[in-house]
């Protein structure tokens, strides 16, 4: 038996390759810059749909997606060959490019910055944590309104 049919069996979210099998899920946390509560019901949506499609271009899996006025919590299966960093500077640029083209109401909260997001932001594997537990923390979010 491979060490491919052996973890698959297992669990299929493991990723594997040839000589390795892993599963690296990162939860991240990104603050809206000077954690002002712009966000909306509309803006986490389309946040949302731009970090997936920056996700797609990673061969990045998200996994769960939630935030609140300020802040958004992307929780993402990432590939062995993805530095955490990268995918996380595409993750902010192109979300905030996105939504300041889509929503002017948003620009003018941000007119001298020029960026949506704080330069800081949390990255963290949930050391052991069941991803249950991790996906109901990001799902408990208080959506804004």
Known sequence: ???????TSVDANIR???HRALRMHVHLASLTK???????????????EAMRAVCEDFEAEPVEF??????????????PKVAVS????????????????????????YWRAQ???????????FGGA???????YIEQQNRPH
Request: net charge positive; aromatic share 8%; charged share 25%.
């Open 1 to 7: 038996m491979t060490l491919r049919s052996e973890v």
């Open 86 to 109: 990268r995918l996380v500077n595409s993750l902010k640029g192109v979300s905030s490019r996105r939504l300041r083209q889509e929503f002017p109401d948003l620009v003018r909260h």
């Open 34 to 48: 000077y954690r002002h509560p712009v966000f909306t019901d509309r803006h986490p949506t389309r946040c949302e």
């Open 130 to 136: 069941p991803l249950s537990i991790v996906k109901q």
């Open 16 to 18: 594997t390759g040839r």
């Open 66 to 79: 939630n935030g609140e006025n300020n802040h958004v919590h992307p929780l993402v299966n990432v590939p």
């Open 115 to 125: 960026r949506l997001w704080s330069g800081s932001y949390f990255a963290g594997s």
